[in-house]
């Protein structure tokens, strides 16, 4: 079964700095979606990138998505330290709106 | 902005009780879903509701468990006798026809 995976990352950057992390899955997908996690709160969706498209922008998110390597990217520029968050992956199969998450990257902004 | 709401934030329960966990979808949305996050573990589906049936469900989501869609706007998840197991972070989310999906809070559930 299909799974978004996340590179283990522990992210540790200061304000002003970019922040990438990446996430990999094994089966094909409809769409990959990025969400973001303050500790022990709910998920805030960032961006949802479609199977046929290979870049997305959003504000100061930028998502790459490589259909052949199967992996996303995101990047975060000029980060803040409201930033800091845990950051999932999740993708979506087509036929179904289930979504598969990955582990999770924790960034921290540095003031 | 919308939103999507769930109560309670918090509910300790004993082993073997009965809970429901209550959530209000974005209004205008179409599927509904339950996800829950065990401590330090991945975010996991349970089920997706659309057209007022279960759509799809995991093999998390046993006979333990039930949701409901029991007005127009509320949607909740029932489980019937609660273990230590299911101590976990309960996400409600819904989606319209697009797949892109919209969590709410969520309810921490412990089990005691």
């Known amino acids: 079964s299909q799974q978004g995976e996340e590179d283990p990352q522990a992210l540790s950057i200061q304000e002003g700095e970019n922040a990438t992390m990446n996430c990999s899955y094994k089966?094909?997908?409809?769409?990959l979606q990025w969400y973001r996690q303050n500790s022990g709160r709910g998920l805030v969706h960032l961006i949802l990138?479609?199977?046929?498209?290979r870049e997305k922008h959003s504000g100061r998110l930028r998502v790459t998505l490589d259909t052949s390597k199967k992996s996303s990217s995101l990047l975060i520029t000029a980060s803040r330290a409201a930033d800091t968050a845990s950051y999932f992956c999740a993708t979506g199969l087509y036929g179904n709106n289930r979504l598969a998450f990955g582990k999770g990257n924790q960034v921290v902004v540095i003031p | 902005e919308p939103e999507v709401t769930q109560t309670p934030s918090h509910q300790v329960t004993q082993m073997g009780q009965e809970v429901i966990l209550r959530c209000v979808p974005i209004?205008?949305?179409?599927?509904f879903y339950w996800y829950r996050q065990i401590l330090g573990q991945k975010v996991e589906f349970l089920v997706s509701f659309y057209n007022n049936e279960i759509s799809e469900k995991s093999e998390i989501f046993d006979d333990q468990f039930s949701v409901e869609r029991p007005d127009g706007s509320n949607f909740t998840l029932k489980i019937r006798s609660t273990k230590l197991e299911d101590s976990a972070m309960y996400f409600c989310?819904?989606?319209?026809?697009?797949?892109?999906?919209?969590f709410g809070q969520g309810t921490r559930l412990t089990v005691v």
């Open positions: 209004s205008n949305h179409l599927y």
């Open positions: 990138i479609r199977s046929n498209e």
């Open positions: 089966t094909s997908i409809n769409n």
């Open positions: 989310a819904s989606s319209e026809q697009d797949p892109e999906a919209f």
